[in-house]
C-alpha cells in the first residue's frame, strides 16, 4: 500500500522592515533590501524623505556658486523630464494623454 505524500511546508519568510522609519514591507508601496539576509532595507517614503533632503542642501550649497547652481537647474530640469516621462508611460496604460506642458520660458 501507497504511504500517502508529506505536505512540505513552505517556509515562512520574515516579515522586512524599513530600517530608517520601522515600517513593515506591508505598510509602505516598496521595500529595497540590500546584504546578506536583507539585513539593510529602505522604504519608498524614507527614499522620498531623502531624496528631498539631498536636493535641499544641494540648493543651499549651489546658491553661493553659479556653476553648482546652473548643474542643479539642469539635474531638477531632467528630473522633471524622467518623471513626465514615467508619467506618460502610466497614462499610456490606461489609454490617456497628458494635457500640455506649462512650461513658460523666461
Known amino acids: ?5 508529506k505536505k512540505r511546508r513552505a517556509k515562512k519568510q520574515p516579515e522586512l522592515h524599513c530600517s ?7 505598510e509602505v508601496r516598496k521595500l529595497v533590501a540590500r546584504g546578506d539576509n536583507d539585513q539593510v532595507t529602505i522604504c519608498d517614503e524614507c527614499i522620498e524623505m531623502c ?17 553648482a547652481l546652473f548643474d542643479y537647474i539642469v539635474r531638477q530640469h531632467e528630473i522633471i523630464g524622467q518623471a513626465r516621462d514615467r508619467a506618460n508611460r502610466a497614462m499610456g496604460l490606461l489609454n ?10 523666461h
Request: glycine letters at 2%; hydrophobic letters at 25%; charged letters at 30%.
Open 1 to 5: 500500500m501507497d504511504e500517502p505524500k
Open 20 to 26: 530608517f522609519c520601522d515600517k513593515s514591507q506591508y
Open 51 to 67: 531624496v528631498g533632503i539631498v536636493n535641499d542642501q544641494s540648493l543651499i550649497e549651489a546658491e553661493q556658486r553659479p556653476k
Open 96 to 105: 490617456i494623454s497628458m494635457p500640455p506642458s506649462t512650461d513658460s520660458q
